[in-house]
């Protein structure tokens, strides 16, 4: 007799409304032309000089940096060193899937979690 496979997600909770839900709300509300609209009254404003309109289409087009940049001594200190941040942070999973090649066998069950979790969710919340 096979032993069921519990749970991994514990409790419920009734449906709330999520970001999800206003989302569709709102694309159901604004088509595709009402948006391209919008977007070239930016363009026109940005162009005109708007630093809001400016700052709005940035913000989309370019996105905010994740990141600081770094300092002038850090960039000095590479150039000396010869390190190039951005080769080894490639690198850096190649490297250990060479060095340590039984962490690959994690990949498929971190797979088969996030499958299991996504199935028991909707029940979870009441959906």
């Not at 708007?50 to 940096?65: E, I, M, N």
């Not at 590479?78 to 490639?90: H, Y």
């Amino acid at each position: 007799m096979t032993k069921p496979t519990p749970a991994l997600l514990r409790g419920s909770a009734p449906h709330r409304r999520t970001q999800t839900d206003y989302m569709g709300a709102l694309t159901d509300a604004v088509t595709l032309d009402d948006w391209r609209d919008v977007v070239a009254a930016a363009v026109v404003k940005a162009k005109d000089g708007d630093p809001h309109a400016r700052a709005w289409l940035a913000q989309y087009l370019v996105g905010k940096p994740d990141a600081k940049a770094p300092t002038p001594l850090t960039v000095v200190v590479q150039q000396l060193s010869g390190a190039d941040p951005v080769v080894d942070g490639l690198a850096r999973p190649i490297i250990e899937r060479q060095r340590f090649p039984s962490l690959d066998l994690l990949d498929d069950t971190g797979d088969a979690i996030r499958e299991r979790v996504a199935a028991e969710l909707p029940a979870r919340i009441g959906k």
